[in-house]
């Protein structure tokens, strides 16, 4: 006991304090608190309609009134719909063709406006012009342009003598497609254009300019050290351009509203024309849901694909 | 509905003589004195009606309004919206229960929501008595399940718009009345390069009126009176392949065409033969009075079934029941159909909207211009949407998906054959009827 009694010391009275008191004093409570306001307003903005909508797509509700459960009644419709199943393709077409060439053009410009140049502010300006300019009017402008009759692209042409008729731009299904497609990517260019030059500007000269002494090509240059140092930058702006991309509707609404024969419905226009036209809220909500995954799926793609540590530190992929 | 006696019989007629004689606002406070419903003491109210597209008639409507605020203190913003926004901006305001007091809209949009609309069965008795009989699909787009939900407050024909010297050119002496007529007059005009065409886009207004108009009129029907499914017919197939033989006459893009399109290529003398109101002709009228002077109109041909098979737009309005004040919204929907009222509105809009009610005292707008006649045949000759069957949220679905319109289309495009097109409109319509 005696030998006990050495090597443990005694208890250390400790001072009995209130509950509160202890909940006043300590840091993790404190975080809770002020982290409140902002899950509560996640929960209320963000959760809730997200999981509102999941519940209206297993009901038949419509606008109006509340529908009953249904189950995957809805889901079962849609899996047998051809204009369903056409516009996930559309939706898919557009968001990789869109996505993979607004990159491109972005990336370039982006490498481009990092150059020194003459009157580099005023270029800057002009190339974020197209992402000032609201969606709608944006839209509205490309669907002069498009026109089935006073297109200035088919009266240039015409002019010129290398075509007879009009183009028919928006009517024609696959000619339509490239059209929105087309006006996503004029629209979307510069914000990866801009965000990647914000991105380039952090690279430190010293960089190139020891890569330059070492005697290193141009694109052993880009690929070495602009690439691997712009990923960050690069998973993030192609994340939030997927996103925007796969549920863009405003283009495509004032453009064709989906058609020439739903030839152009994405599935965002196809959800807003079932949903809330028809008044099938059930229905229009079970497409919105049917988005969820392969927007987790592009998210994952784009974020995870591109955040590995391993490849950001220039080191090969395991 | 009080009764009439001497008193406002009288006062009645004393309103009436002051309308007459043009004093909009005596002729408003004699009426708010005897009128049937009395607004809510502090009443205010908000409108949202679609956007006009002859700048008089709005100019006209607002002067009403006023009139109304002055006579009964009942204060009423107005909002417009373009066709197509209309009924989402409706259908948000029904499903939370917050928005405009009143909505005055497109086809059978209170349909969807007929459980959210104030009845109006005392406001559509009172004017039948004054003005009736209702046209039937005027009644069709003011009743669901046998109840006044909307008070169908005018038409607007959209009918055959067409150049007189390219129909000669084509040798027609005169606008053909069938539907075979029809077909060898676009061809003509085809042949002389001087094109019809008409919408086959997600137009809301001339695409899916003229595409019913096709089908009725070859007997095909999307759904029976009792909205059994009957679209896969032998009478489909027919206006399929008609309306195929029409499009290869048609001007190029008229699938990309919205509301607009065909307003545009006819007053630039691209286009010599469409469907559509009296806007095209009341813009010739004030920009080209050359085109407008080679233009006319005519009612639609009829086609095998051998009757009128029109398809008009309708436009009802409604008010929610969340309004603070119901009595002030059919007061002034009361207030808005007095024939005193009525009239010099209608006036206003050149012929862009017609009567609803068959004994409405004659418009002059309709014989001031030869050319305007066939327009106030519109409430009379047309059908109500969805056909045969009665007028419901599912007809406003099979309207708001293009269901007809598609079907149309994706057989004149060569997407589908016409098995093909009939079986894709006959899921459509099996999705939207499904008894859920």
């Known amino acids: 006991m005696a030998h006990t009694a050495l090597t443990q010391p005694a208890p250390v009275a400790v001072p009995t304090r209130s509950a509160w008191a202890r909940l006043r004093a300590s840091r993790g409570w404190a975080g809770f608190w002020f982290m409140l306001p902002t899950a509560l307003i996640l929960g209320l903005f963000l959760a809730y309609p997200l999981l509102k909508g999941i519940w209206l797509s297993f009901t038949n509700a419509r606008i109006g009134r509340d529908g009953v459960f249904i189950g995957l009644e809805n889901y079962a419709w849609l899996w047998d719909d051809d204009v369903f199943w056409l516009s996930v393709f559309n939706t898919c077409l557009y968001t990789v063709v869109a996505s993979v060439v607004k990159f491109a053009v972005g990336l370039y410009l982006a490498l481009l406006l990092n150059k020194n140049m003459p009157f580099k502010a005023i270029v800057r300006s002009i190339v974020l012009i197209p992402f000032v300019v609201p969606t709608v009017l944006s839209a509205i402008a490309f669907w002069w342009i498009f026109d089935s009759q006073f297109s200035i692209i088919s009266w240039s042409l015409r002019h010129l003598g290398v075509i007879d008729g009009n183009i028919d731009f928006l009517g024609e299904p696959a000619m339509a497609r490239a059209c929105v497609i087309f006006a996503n990517i004029w629209r979307g260019v510069p914000f990866i254009a801009i965000t990647l030059l914000a991105g380039l500007q952090t690279v430190s000269p010293s960089l190139y300019e020891a890569a330059t002494l070492d005697g290193a090509s141009n694109w052993q240059i880009f690929s070495r050290i602009t690439l691997p140092l712009l990923t960050p930058i690069i998973a993030v702006v192609m994340t939030f351009s997927v996103l925007f991309t796969f549920t863009d509707f405003q283009l495509i609404w004032a453009m064709t509203r989906g058609g020439p024969v739903n030839a152009t419905h994405l599935m965002a226009t196809l959800s807003y024309q079932r949903g809330i036209l028809s008044g099938t809220l059930g229905e229009g909500a079970a497409i919105a849901t049917a988005m969820v995954p392969f927007l987790l799926a592009a998210i994952g793609i784009s974020w995870f694909g591109l955040q590995r540590r391993a490849w950001q530190a220039g080191e090969s992929d395991r | 509905m009080s009764g009439l006696d001497r008193r406002s019989l009288l006062t009645g007629a004393a309103a009436a003589g002051l309308a ?354 066939v327009f106030a045949e519109a409430g009379r000759r047309s059908l109500a949407a969805g056909g045969l069957a009665p007028v419901s949220e599912r007809i406003a679905a099979v309207l708001a998906d293009f269901v007809v319109v598609d079907m149309f289309a994706s057989h004149c495009t060569g997407r589908e054959d016409v098995k093909g097109a009939i079986k894709n409109a006959e899921r459509a319509a099996t999705r939207i009827f499904r008894n859920t």
């Open chain 2, 20 to 373: 007459v004689g043009g004093d909009l606002l005596g002729f408003a406070k004699a009426w708010a004195q005897t009128a049937e419903w009395k607004p809510e003491p502090g009443a205010s109210l908000s409108l949202l009606r679609w956007k006009r597209f002859v700048p008089s008639e709005e100019e006209a409507f607002l002067k009403m309004v006023d009139a109304f605020t002055q006579a009964t203190g009942v204060k009423i913003t107005v909002s417009n919206e373009s066709y197509d926004d209309i009924q989402p901006k409706a259908s948000v305001a029904a499903n939370t229960g917050q928005g405009p007091d009143m909505v005055w809209g497109l086809f059978s949009f209170p349909a969807l929501f007929p459980d959210k609309c104030v009845p109006l069965g005392d406001v559509a008795a009172s004017l039948a008595k004054k003005y009736g009989p209702w046209f039937p699909s005027a009644e069709a787009y003011g009743k669901v399940k046998g109840n006044w939900i909307a008070i169908p407050v005018s038409f607007n024909g959209g009918y055959p718009n067409y150049r007189i010297s390219a129909m000669k050119k084509a040798g027609f002496d005169k606008f053909p009345t069938d539907t075979a007529g029809f077909l060898e007059l676009c061809r003509g005009l085809k042949k002389n390069n001087t094109p019809a065409g008409f919408a086959l886009g997600h137009a809301t207004g001339d695409g899916n009126t003229w595409c019913h108009w096709a089908l009725w009129s070859h007997g095909g029907n999307l759904v029976d009176a009792n909205e059994k499914i009957v679209i896969n017919s032998p009478e489909t197939a027919k206006a399929l392949e008609y309306v195929k033989s029409l499009y290869e006459t048609f001007v190029p893009g008229t699938v990309s065409w919205n509301d607009s399109s065909n307003n545009k290529a006819f007053l630039a003398g691209d286009l010599y033969l469409t469907n559509n109101g009296i806007s095209i002709y009341a813009a010739a009228k004030k920009d080209n009075p050359k085109l407008a002077e080679d233009m006319d109109h005519a009612v639609w041909p009829v086609g095998p079934v051998g009757k009128p098979t029109e398809f008009q737009l309708a436009y009802p309005i409604l008010a929610f029941k969340y309004s603070k004040a119901p009595n002030a919204c059919k007061a002034f929907i009361a207030f808005m159909m007095e024939a005193s009222n009525y009239n010099p509105w209608l006036e206003a809009a050149q012929g862009y909207l017609c009567e609803p009610l068959s004994n409405y005292p004659k418009n002059p707008i309709w014989t001031s211009d030869p050319k305007n006649a």
